[in-house]
């Protein structure tokens, strides 16, 4: 493949961030006296594992449509949110409406906390992106290979050139696969697709290690690290604002964590909750976290796809959940021992 020089680079990441809908996504219209309950109700509680600055956006364009809700945002990574809601829902004090969670095997460990809950286009999301009928895939995140476009010449195509050679120790970065359940289903893509000679092969180039998507990305803007995959939400608000980086969607195909949102038993404000889930699942929701947050979707007829993900000859590859929870300790136990890495 030829080499691409910065400006081609950058024109490419402006059409991935900005490109339009291959066509209109349907309106969201709630069921009747909905929107009525959800605002006497007023307000509710949003627990999440997604990155903050992210869903603020999501809050912003459901309160363009739904005023009357104002949303309370708790953020934390993917281990303490799960212990915070254990800890709650064993004190009687679990205060969130709606949870939305990377980790789909821990969120079925505490499936009896939710109520049953389906959107009304529930027929039209595909079956193995869901964890449960009461945990749903509002949102799918998307790994890809980035890298910095002035220190890159030639545009990466396949997971393999995240190895080397070539690259000087620390050129490469990683996120360590003990981060949550988004690193979790890159971690299984790498062993079962790519085969076991692919982390010894990457670990060989002593990549730098980050515990999360959001200092990586960060250092490859920087320039600290050349190429490295990482989650297509953690860059895209960079992209959009003239970061020289480069995304690809490596042809052997793209790993996507489907995450896991349900309404608890116990919410306070259910009629909100049920709104904006219902909303989010809905194909304007889902246009809107594809097209301006990097999200895929779940529908099985996507109102957006970005541009450079050509879906009929690459392929979207999603864990089964019965391997996505049996394998975790272990394979990420000899991860680390490959990698070095230690807690």
Known sequence: MPSLNRRTLLAGAAGLAFATSARAAARF???PGLVEA??????????????AEVEQEVINAF??????????????????????????AAT??????????????????????????????????RTDAQASRKLWP???????????????????????????????PGQIGEVIAGSGGTTWTRVMFERQVLGEAYWARQAATKPMLQVSNGPLSDAVVRGEVSICPVLLNAVLPKMRDGAP????????GV??????????KTAPHPNAARLFLDWSLSEEGQEFVSRDQGSLSALKVPPYVPEGLDLKT???????NAGYVALHDKWIEEWNAIYGYRQ
């Open 245 to 252: 980086i480069g995304i690809v969607f490596p042809k052997e």
């Open 38 to 51: 959800a605002n006497k109700e007023g307000r509710m509680v949003f627990y999440t594992a997604s990155l």
């Open 255 to 264: 790993p996507v964590s489907p995450y896991a949102a349900g309404i608890p």
């Open 138 to 168: 509002r949102i799918m995140a998307s790994w890809t290979i980035t890298y910095n476009t002035a220190l890159i010449d030639k545009a990466p195509t396949s997971w393999w050139d995240v190895t080397g050679p070539g690259f000087k």
């Open 92 to 125: 009687g004090k679990l205060i969130a409406d709606v949870v939305d969670h990377s980790d789909r095997g821990s969120m079925l460990e505490i499936a009896d906390l939710f109520t049953d809950y389906a959107p009304p286009n529930a027929a039209d999301y």
């Open 63 to 88: 309160n363009k449509r739904f005023p009357g809700v104002k949303i309370e945002l708790l953020r934390a990574s993917g281990g303490q949110l799960i212990t915070r809601i254990k800890t709650e």
């Open 314 to 320: 690459t392929k979207l590859w999603l864990p089964e």
């Open 29 to 31: 219209e709630p069921a």
